[in-house]
């Protein structure tokens, strides 16, 4: 018992400030699979991109991006933190071994979007799963994304399904 706290003390030391690796190692991946994930409170893509420009009733958006330059230029130019998250992204087109999804959810504010878990649905087919945390308020739905960068050693998929709350949003790579 006393070697479990020294060992979750030691990791809570060592992540600290590390909040999107927390989340990673929390989800539930296939072994061959690399996640890393971020969280954005606000929405850093560019209207034609945005869950925004979906239509009314979607409530679950997804978009994939191969190449840095494809997912660099469907953001606003303020949006730091999301650019240099891609940044650190080797994608498949630019001869790496990573696809970027942008998994965005229409909520109220004091909602967060995570990630929950990642499966294999298929040889080239993945299916996410992501939670809302926190107590939806009766307040006008905002914008929330998670990025999610997904290196498969079997390759990109060729299809996504996000899965959030019973609602889905599917995107071919």
Same mark, same amino acid.
Do not use: N, W
């Given at each position: 018992?006393?070697?479990?706290?020294?060992?979750?003390?030691?990791?809570?030391?060592?992540?600290?400030g590390c909040v999107d690796r927390i989340h990673?190692?929390?989800?539930?991946?296939?072994?061959?699979?690399?996640?890393?994930?971020?969280?954005?409170?606000?929405?850093p893509l560019v209207e034609s991109e945005s869950?925004?420009?979906?239509?009314?009733?979607?409530?679950?958006?997804?978009r994939a991006y191969t190449g840095a330059e494809?997912?660099?230029?469907?953001?606003?130019?303020?949006?730091?933190?999301?650019?240099?998250?891609?940044?650190?992204?080797?994608?498949?087109?630019?001869?790496?071994?990573?696809?970027?999804?942008?998994?965005? =959810? %229409? #909520?109220?504010?004091?909602?967060?979007?995570?990630?929950?878990? &990642? @499966?294999?649905? +298929?040889?080239? /087919?993945?299916?996410?799963?992501?939670?809302?945390?926190?107590?939806?308020?009766?307040?006008?739905?905002?914008?929330?994304?998670?990025?999610? =960068? %997904? #290196?498969?050693?079997?390759?990109?998929?060729?299809?996504?399904? &996000? @899965?959030?709350? +019973?609602?889905? /949003?599917?995107?071919?790579?």
């Amino acid at each position: 018992m006393k070697r479990r706290g020294v060992v979750i003390g030691t990791l809570a030391v060592a992540t600290a400030g590390c909040v999107d690796r927390i989340h990673d190692v929390a989800a539930s991946t296939p072994r061959d699979i690399d996640v890393r994930s971020r969280y954005f409170e606000t929405d850093p893509l560019v209207e034609s991109e945005s869950i925004v420009s979906a239509p009314m009733d979607v409530e679950t958006h997804a978009r994939a991006y191969t190449g840095a330059e494809t997912a660099t230029d469907a953001m606003v130019d303020d949006a730091e933190a999301a650019r240099e998250f891609v940044t650190e992204t080797a994608f498949v087109d630019d001869g790496g071994d990573a696809v970027l999804l942008v998994a965005q =959810r %229409l #909520a109220p504010p004091s909602v967060d979007f995570r990630l929950a878990s &990642v @499966s294999r649905t +298929g040889e080239h /087919a993945l299916r996410i799963s992501a939670s809302e945390v926190g107590t939806r308020h009766e307040e006008d739905p905002v914008a929330h994304t998670l990025f999610i =960068r %997904l #290196a498969d050693e079997r390759g990109p998929p060729e299809r996504v399904t &996000v @899965s959030v709350s +019973g609602d889905r /949003a599917s995107v071919t790579v």
